[in-house]
């Protein structure tokens, strides 16, 4: 998705839960320069990312509870990607996810140890992870790409999303994937807060929009 089209919703989204703007963008200028000079195998670019889903079938994992009975359910072959504390679910079961997507609150250990087994981690800035971003992103071992929310900038990318579930779907989708399953998704979750829910909303309009 071009930053044209995502804008409009963007805007929506931050006048729906009164974000600023300006904070997200002071966040991805922090991950962009934590990222700057990561070379060889700590590189991670678009084209990785592509080289990894493109023309494969995807499985998306979300973190709702249903993903620990839902998970036999993954194919072999499928191409796993995490939606950030989905990651914990899938190590738990002895799957080291092929693609990570975390705005860094999900368990961090888990993120990192997943990193250093090779996920490709792809980390996103916003307004309010400014400290996980400066605390996190230096500790991660494998390949990491920088995304944002905002209008995107020299190696900070936006590939349109907003949670963690619903980004995965649209990087899934800009990377070439054949096709894109969802494990984990609940978005009728009554055990979550007024927020969350309202989060879980936009998740479902985004990835409708997507698929």
């Given at each position: 998705m071009e930053f044209s089209e995502w804008e409009p919703l963007y805007t929506e989204i931050l006048a729906d839960f009164d974000f600023?703007?300006?904070?997200?963008?002071?966040?991805?200028?922090?991950?962009?320069?934590?990222?700057?000079g990561r070379a060889g195998a700590l590189a991670g670019t678009p084209?990785?990312?592509?080289?990894?889903?493109?023309?494969?079938?995807?499985?998306?994992?979300?973190?709702?509870?249903?993903?620990?009975?839902?998970?036999n359910s993954i194919m072999p072959d499928q191409i796993v990607i995490a939606?950030?504390?989905?990651?914990?679910?899938?190590?738990?079961?002895r799957i080291i996810p092929d693609v990570?997507?975390?705005?860094?609150?999900?368990?961090?250990?888990?993120?990192?140890?997943?990193?250093?087994?090779?996920?490709?981690?792809?980390?996103h800035a916003h307004g309010d992870n400014i400290p996980?971003?400066?605390s996190v992103v230096p500790l991660l071992g494998g390949r990491v790409l920088g995304t944002t929310q905002s209008e995107p900038f020299d190696d900070i990318h936006n590939f349109g999303g907003f949670s963690?579930?619903?980004?995965?779907?649209f990087l899934a989708k800009a990377s070439g994937a054949a096709s894109v399953m969802l494990f984990g998704f609940d978005y009728d979750d009554p055990d979550v807060n007024d927020v969350k829910k309202k989060k879980l909303g936009w998740a479902k309009r985004l990835i409708e929009e997507c698929l």
């Open positions: 600023n703007r300006s904070e997200d963008v002071a966040s991805a200028r922090i991950l962009a320069d934590l990222l700057h084209a990785n990312l592509r080289s990894i889903i493109s023309g494969r079938d995807v499985a998306v994992c979300g973190n709702a509870p249903s993903l620990a009975s839902e998970i939606a950030d504390g989905a990651t914990t679910v899938l190590m738990a079961n990570i997507v975390t705005d860094l609150d999900g368990t961090i250990e888990d993120i990192i140890s997943a990193s250093e087994k090779g996920s490709f981690v792809v980390v996980a971003v400066r963690d579930g619903d980004r995965c779907v």
